[in-house]
């Protein structure tokens, strides 16, 4: 067996480690925070994200995404955590990352497929919206100071990559203000300031619940939300990553490893999370990192610093974690997707998919919201433009006897609707023949037209035979045709 890439480079191991660390410092105000959305304690996102980093460096399918406390569990289950306490969080925690390897093995990875790039583009441009959205309230009612130090920030880390690489520019930037503000004695808003960081390790244990089939009733709702909500986000993040690496990723097994991940930070306490598509792209995009170490390292290093550096990590301005969000958001959003050159390309259907995915998420704030509303927006446009698809010709054969119809397209429940009344049942002679040698039948909304016709030429005295057929739409014609009732 090969030795994993960090193993066997320096240089890969240096970036690995070195954007675990930036990762790290990133996520302890995003785990506070988050923390304070659900209604728990810091200390109980913070765990989480160790957890749920360390975890899914094993067990994910995708590797260097980062995992942990997230604002989507986080609308979730603050609910739940509001009406009845931690002990129930922590519950539906463990059931929903139960939920979610059964998910997996039943394959609703594959159900990835069925996400349209325009969907995909939505998902990406509302995520870069709420990151940037999120910095918002760092940068309102603050000492004037703060706008330089961000300013700052933002210079070193888009410039700094200009000169050299050897350092993510995110670490140097935040190092740089701590040690300014330290040095300064600047009263600025700092990372203390979002919440006490917790001075102990967590210990695992099951919850404080009654073990009864009542409690089961209570969490089961929001354990299936954070299952479905965990997976529909993890699956998104894991796609674009393989979009930026240009490497594939195994879908089921990440499905399962988010599982795996949140039976084991509900046993930790934690509040539950899944992948962070800010944290993975400063991971994956700003710092360069590839590998399983990454993600690995960035729970360990949080861990570390909240617990054994605690005072020190307070004292991190948050202007220069805002300053790398920001960053990160502008990196994120699909510029492209926005030229007025594309605009102008782009069929209006797919700008509308990609506008309601968008629309959706900025509404709810949750990206699974959105992404739903993106999919069933797509099917609805995709519907309106194969409908009309299936088109009849006909013609009269020289002895005035026979007519054909040709039909063409693909025939289904939207195409198929109209085509009982492409046929002259009255006026044709006594012999049609309807060729579907360029038509294929996908369901029995198809099958039942096609008998209405038939039963149509029948009831005039007529007789219709259907040729042509594929092997596939024969075998489907076959096995229902006659078998539908008297519908149409």
């Not at 910095?135 to 700052?152: E, I, S």
């Not at 917790?198 to 299936?224: E, K, M, Q, R």
Request: aromatic share 8%; with cysteine; net charge neutral.
């Amino acid at each position: 067996m090969s030795k994993p890439a960090w193993l066997a480079s320096p240089r890969v191991f240096r970036t690995e480690v070195l954007a675990g660390l930036v990762v790290a410092l990133a996520l302890i105000p995003e785990a506070i925070s988050f923390s304070i959305l659900a209604g728990v304690d810091p200390k109980i996102g913070l765990f989480a994200s160790f957890t749920m980093a360390v975890t899914i460096a094993f067990t994910g399918g995708r590797p260097a995404m980062i995992s942990a406390a997230t604002g989507a569990v986080a609308l979730v289950v603050a609910p739940l955590a509001a009406s009845h306490g931690l002990g129930y969080l922590v519950a539906a925690v463990i059931l929903g990352g139960l939920i979610q390897v059964v998910l997996a093995l039943i394959g609703v990875a594959k159900l990835m497929r069925f996400i349209p790039r325009s969907v995909m583009v939505g998902f990406v441009n509302a995520l870069a919206i709420l990151i940037f959205s999120a910095q918002v309230p760092h940068l309102v009612g603050v000492p004037w100071l703060v706008y330089p130090l961000v300013a700052v920030a933002l210079a070193i880390i888009w410039f700094l990559p200009r000169l050299t690489t050897a350092v993510p520019a995110p670490l140097v930037a935040i190092v740089i203000l701590t040690v300014f503000t330290a040095i300064a004695h600047v009263t600025v808003p700092t990372v203390g300031d979002e919440g006490t960081l917790p001075s102990s390790l967590p210990v695992p244990g099951l919850p404080d619940v009654p073990f009864t089939w009542a409690t089961v009733t209570t969490i089961f709702p929001y354990a299936v939300g954070i299952a479905l909500v965990g997976l529909m986000e993890s699956l998104m993040t894991a796609k674009l990553v393989d979009d930026i690496t240009d490497t594939p990723s195994d879908k089921t097994r990440e499905s399962w490893g988010q599982g795996v991940a949140n039976i084991v930070t509900g046993l930790f306490g934690g509040m539950g999370g899944c992948a962070m598509i800010g944290q993975t792209m400063i991971n994956v995009k700003t710092s360069g990192a590839r590998t399983r170490l990454s993600t690995f390292l960035a729970g360990v290093f949080l861990l570390i610093l909240v617990v054994a550096l605690g005072d020190v990590v307070a004292t991190i301005p948050m202007a220069a974690l805002v300053a790398v969000m920001v960053i990160v958001s502008v990196g994120t959003f699909d510029w492209h997707s926005i030229a007025p050159s594309t605009l102008k390309r782009m069929p209006a259907g797919e700008i509308t998919v990609m506008l309601v995915t968008v629309a959706g998420t900025l509404a709810t704030h949750n990206l699974a919201v959105g992404v739903v509303l993106g999919v069933l927006t797509a099917m609805v446009v995709f519907a309106r433009r194969v409908a009309h698809f299936a088109q009849v010709t006909s013609v009269l054969m020289p002895d005035g006897e026979t007519r054909v119809y040709t039909v063409h397209g693909e025939l289904f429940f939207a195409s198929s609707n109209d085509l009982v009344h492409q046929f002259d049942y009255a006026g044709d002679p006594a012999h049609v023949v309807i060729d579907m040698s360029a038509a294929h039948i996908w369901d029995a909304s198809s099958v039942a037209a096609l008998d209405a016709i038939t039963r149509k030429y029948e009831s005039r005295g007529k007789r219709a035979e259907i040729t042509g057929l594929n092997e596939a739409s024969a075998r489907f014609h076959e096995n229902l045709a006659g078998k539908l009732g008297a519908g149409h």
